[in-house]
């Protein structure tokens, strides 16, 4: 990198930017090779192939699309003075987009489609209008896009690594035109905001994992000049609003593969859409066919969802619009066996009965069914349940009880689940991210949620970044066997590295049920248990000894010596550790004792000495202190060479005089 010097003109100062880029990139262009080649020929960078430049030779345009870069966008890009537009699309660039280059304030087109670029997409210059990042790695899109991004027309960030939720900020970005996200692992529910953005005529949203209900007073706003509504295959519920009508320009509108239910209103099969999406010559003769164009009604399907659809056959059904393929099972064996073979039954701990001819389904391990011969509940707790949670487990529509914690399962939870009647549902521990599906959330009686007119989507399963003793919040009345002992308790934000997943019941730790390790479980808990028995036992040891070299060197007489020590972990973001208190007194006697959890005598950050009436001097502590050798200092009239602990905080008191910031114990060095 290099700063511009003074007695360059623009051109001169170019020339050495394009030479550094000359010799990064070592193109074999006209132009480009004669300066890594070191031949004498010096061509103007206007000539270069895939340069541009204005009439004052300023460069305004670089076009190297396809040509075999492979490095990172190097930062010098952001040096020349009048550039407009960067083509580095269809390379092999890595890396990220260096922030000096978003910044670039001349910039108004920046195509970096078709490499591997990775990070966050934001923080662009306001004065960008066209972003291209499509076909690359990019993780997530930041908190704040939208909000300095306002001049932005189109943004295509299509077949990324996307996940996370859609920012509210996207609503500021009053210019744009087209927005196109997808096929990548966007979750959440699509931001009301989209209604402010009434220049917007592409909203490409399909194949991501978005979850809820359309924001129906956002879609349904006739000053909208949308044409094109792609949100089809997400996991979408609810019902298509009538509003939508209100689009006058809308041409497409994609919903299949979703979750809708209920049917279309008549004004918005009047619209007759997606004629060029159908690709279908006779869609002018079937006005009384038109919603087919949109979506198969319910209990129908098609390979697209779309015209023409089918009825489902025998012992199948499909509860939603626009269904894909074929519809689903009704049958409860089937629904069972597919969670089976969904979920590697194989290879599950305990599956007695499963994936076997001639056993009646009530007869399958975890499977309890009513008198009426119906599974009502399903306790798959820990036995190594893999992949994705099949959709079709909501279609039990009279299961009660569902226990699938201690697993391996990925993916987010599916909205199905709202049509089982379930009152327990459990899903703690696993690996699943997202949100829980939104209309979940207002089912009643599920875990209690809805209790006292209060549905909090907590009630299901803590949020990623969140924990609890059971993996959920739990309202004050209730109390049963799969809450905490203690019954009430909410969902507790992670203080330091939080999990990812939701339904945690510890923020440190994974929870992964590895099968290869699972028949060494209980040998390894016991493990854990000596491991902490012996530490406490050394802990006693050096207590005992402290003890008795204290009661020599400063003690007389019958006065007796008290000290305890607290051990806690003060990192503790929910996992399950003990606590223990020393105490040796005067006759060498020491007893290790366990502490309660929820006492708070202890306090956070706060190291302390206080007197008994008896003359015992005490010492708490909750965090590990730092340690250090200190001087000779003179305390109760004895001299002696001390080790230091420094606490984290302290605070003044009247009696005993509290010392700050160091407390000193008069402990011998070693």
């Given at each position: 990198?290099?700063?511009?010097?003074?007695?360059?003109?623009?051109?001169?100062?170019?020339?050495?930017?394009?030479?550094?880029?000359?010799?990064?990139?070592?193109?074999?262009?006209?132009?480009?090779?004669?300066?890594?080649?070191?031949?004498?020929?010096?061509?103007?960078?206007?000539?270069?192939?895939?340069?541009?430049?204005?009439?004052?030779?300023?460069?305004?345009?670089?076009?190297?699309?396809?040509?075999?870069?492979?490095?990172?966008?190097?930062?010098?890009?952001?040096?020349?003075?009048?550039?407009?537009?960067?083509?580095?699309?269809?390379?092999?660039?890595?890396?990220?987009?260096?922030?000096?280059?978003?910044?670039?304030?001349?910039?108004?087109?920046?195509?970096?489609?078709?490499?591997?670029?990775?990070?966050?997409?934001?923080?662009?210059?306001?004065?960008?209008?066209?972003?291209?990042?499509?076909?690359?790695?990019?993780?997530?899109?930041?908190?704040?896009?939208?909000?300095?991004?306002?001049?932005?027309?189109?943004?295509?960030?299509?077949?990324?690594?996307?996940?996370?939720?859609?920012?509210?900020?996207?609503?500021?970005?009053?210019?744009?035109?087209?927005?196109?996200?997808?096929?990548?692992?966007?979750?959440?529910?699509?931001?009301?905001?989209?209604?402010?953005?009434?220049?917007?005529?592409?909203?490409?949203?399909?194949?991501?994992?978005?979850?809820?209900?359309?924001?129906?007073?956002?879609?349904?706003?006739?000053?909208?000049?949308?044409?094109?509504?792609?949100?089809?295959?997400?996991?979408?519920?609810?019902?298509?609003?009538?509003?939508?009508?209100?689009?006058?320009?809308?041409?497409?509108?994609?919903?299949?593969?979703?979750?809708?239910?209920?049917?279309?209103?008549?004004?918005?099969?009047?619209?007759?859409?997606?004629?060029?999406?159908?690709?279908?010559?006779?869609?002018?003769?079937?006005?009384?066919?038109?919603?087919?164009?949109?979506?198969?009604?319910?209990?129908?399907?098609?390979?697209?969802?779309?015209?023409?659809?089918?009825?489902?056959?025998?012992?199948?059904?499909?509860?939603?619009?626009?269904?894909?393929?074929?519809?689903?099972?009704?049958?409860?064996?089937?629904?069972?066996?597919?969670?089976?073979?969904?979920?590697?039954?194989?290879?599950?701990?305990?599956?007695?009965?499963?994936?076997?001819?001639?056993?009646?389904?009530?007869?399958?391990?975890?499977?309890?069914?009513?008198?009426?011969?119906?599974?009502?509940?399903?306790?798959?707790?820990?036995?190594?349940?893999?992949?994705?949670?099949?959709?079709?487990?909501?279609?039990?529509?009279?299961?009660?009880?569902?226990?699938?914690?201690?697993?391996?399962?990925?993916?987010?939870?599916?909205?199905?689940?709202?049509?089982?009647?379930?009152?327990?549902?459990?899903?703690?521990?696993?690996?699943?991210?997202?949100?829980?599906?939104?209309?979940?959330?207002?089912?009643?009686?599920?875990?209690?949620?809805?209790?006292?007119?209060?549905?909090?989507?907590?009630?299901?399963?803590?949020?990623?970044?969140?924990?609890?003793?059971?993996?959920?919040?739990?309202?004050?009345?209730?109390?049963?066997?799969?809450?905490?002992?203690?019954?009430?308790?909410?969902?507790?934000?992670?203080?330091?590295?939080?999990?990812?997943?939701?339904?945690?019941?510890?923020?440190?730790?994974?929870?992964?049920?590895?099968?290869?390790?699972?028949?060494?479980?209980?040998?390894?808990?016991?493990?854990?248990?000596?491991?902490?028995?012996?530490?406490?036992?050394?802990?006693?040891?050096?207590?005992?000894?402290?003890?008795?070299?204290?009661?020599?060197?400063?003690?007389?007489?019958?006065?007796?010596?008290?000290?305890?020590?607290?051990?806690?972990?003060?990192?503790?973001?929910?996992?399950?550790?003990?606590?223990?208190?020393?105490?040796?007194?005067?006759?060498?006697?020491?007893?290790?004792?366990?502490?309660?959890?929820?006492?708070?005598?202890?306090?956070?950050?706060?190291?302390?000495?206080?007197?008994?009436?008896?003359?015992?001097?005490?010492?708490?502590?909750?965090?590990?202190?730092?340690?250090?050798?200190?001087?000779?200092?003179?305390?109760?009239?004895?001299?002696?060479?001390?080790?230091?602990?420094?606490?984290?905080?302290?605070?003044?008191?009247?009696?005993?005089?509290?010392?700050?910031?160091?407390?000193?114990?008069?402990v011998p060095s070693i």
């Amino acid at each position: 990198m290099f700063e511009k010097k003074e007695d360059l003109s623009n051109e001169e100062y170019e020339l050495m930017v394009m030479q550094e880029l000359a010799l990064l990139w070592r193109l074999d262009l006209y132009g480009w090779s004669e300066y890594y080649k070191n031949t004498t020929t010096a061509i103007p960078i206007c000539s270069w192939d895939g340069m541009s430049c204005d009439d004052t030779n300023s460069i305004t345009d670089l076009e190297l699309s396809n040509k075999n870069i492979s490095s990172e966008i190097p930062s010098i890009l952001s040096l020349l003075p009048s550039i407009r537009s960067i083509d580095l699309s269809e390379n092999n660039i890595t890396g990220l987009v260096p922030f000096d280059v978003r910044q670039i304030s001349t910039l108004k087109s920046l195509n970096l489609s078709h490499n591997r670029i990775e990070g966050s997409i934001e923080y662009f210059s306001p004065t960008l209008q066209v972003l291209n990042v499509s076909h690359n790695n990019f993780q997530e899109i930041g908190i704040t896009f939208g909000q300095y991004e306002t001049g932005l027309e189109k943004i295509d960030a299509s077949r990324n690594n996307i996940g996370g939720s859609l920012p509210r900020t996207i609503g500021n970005m009053l210019k744009l035109h087209l927005i196109d996200l997808s096929h990548n692992q966007i979750y959440g529910t699509i931001p009301p905001t989209i209604s402010d953005l009434t220049q917007l005529k592409n909203m490409v949203l399909n194949n991501n994992k978005l979850m809820g209900t359309l924001p129906v007073v956002s879609l349904t706003q006739s000053h909208l000049d949308l044409s094109q509504i792609h949100i089809q295959h997400n996991d979408l519920s609810g019902t298509i609003p009538s509003g939508i009508a209100n689009i006058k320009f809308l041409k497409e509108l994609l919903i299949d593969g979703n979750k809708f239910t209920g049917e279309l209103h008549e004004n918005v099969c009047n619209l007759k859409l997606n004629k060029i999406a159908n690709d279908w010559q006779g869609a002018e003769e079937i006005d009384q066919d038109a919603c087919e164009l949109i979506a198969c009604p319910v209990n129908t399907a098609s390979d697209d969802g779309r015209y023409p659809c089918k009825r489902c056959g025998a012992q199948k059904y499909t509860p939603y619009l626009g269904h894909n393929g074929q519809c689903s099972p009704s049958d409860e064996g089937v629904i069972l066996n597919e969670v089976y073979h969904k979920t590697n039954g194989p290879a599950w701990r305990n599956h007695a009965g499963w994936g076997m001819d001639g056993v009646d389904k009530c007869d399958y391990a975890g499977v309890e069914c009513n008198g009426s011969g119906h599974v009502m509940s399903l306790n798959l707790k820990g036995v190594g349940l893999t992949g994705t949670l099949p959709e079709e487990i909501g279609m039990l529509r009279q299961l009660q009880f569902l226990d699938l914690s201690e697993n391996n399962l990925t993916g987010y939870l599916p909205s199905d689940l709202r049509f089982s009647p379930l009152r327990l549902f459990d899903i703690s521990n696993n690996m699943i991210g997202g949100i829980i599906p939104p209309l979940m959330c207002l089912t009643g009686d599920v875990n209690g949620n809805g209790m006292n007119g209060d549905y909090n989507c907590d009630m299901i399963a803590c949020p990623s970044g969140t924990w609890s003793p059971s993996g959920r919040a739990t309202p004050r009345p209730l109390q049963h066997s799969l809450s905490d002992k203690n019954g009430h308790h909410t969902c507790k934000p992670c203080r330091s590295t939080g999990s990812r997943f939701i339904g945690r019941t510890a923020c440190n730790g994974l929870h992964i049920f590895d099968e290869k390790h699972r028949s060494d479980s209980a040998s390894d808990m016991l493990g854990v248990d000596l491991i902490l028995s012996i530490a406490s036992l050394i802990a006693t040891i050096i207590i005992l000894t402290l003890c008795i070299i204290v009661r020599h060197r400063r003690f007389v007489g019958d006065e007796n010596v008290q000290m305890h020590l607290a051990f806690r972990d003060a990192d503790n973001d929910g996992s399950d550790t003990e606590s223990y208190q020393t105490e040796c007194t005067g006759t060498s006697s020491i007893h290790l004792k366990k502490l309660d959890p929820d006492e708070e005598s202890v306090a956070k950050d706060d190291i302390f000495v206080e007197n008994y009436p008896d003359d015992v001097d005490t010492v708490k502590s909750s965090h590990s202190p730092l340690m250090s050798i200190g001087e000779d200092i003179q305390d109760n009239g004895i001299d002696v060479s001390t080790s230091r602990r420094q606490s984290y905080s302290s605070t003044d008191s009247d009696e005993p005089k509290r010392l700050n910031p160091e407390l000193w114990l008069d402990v011998p060095s070693i």
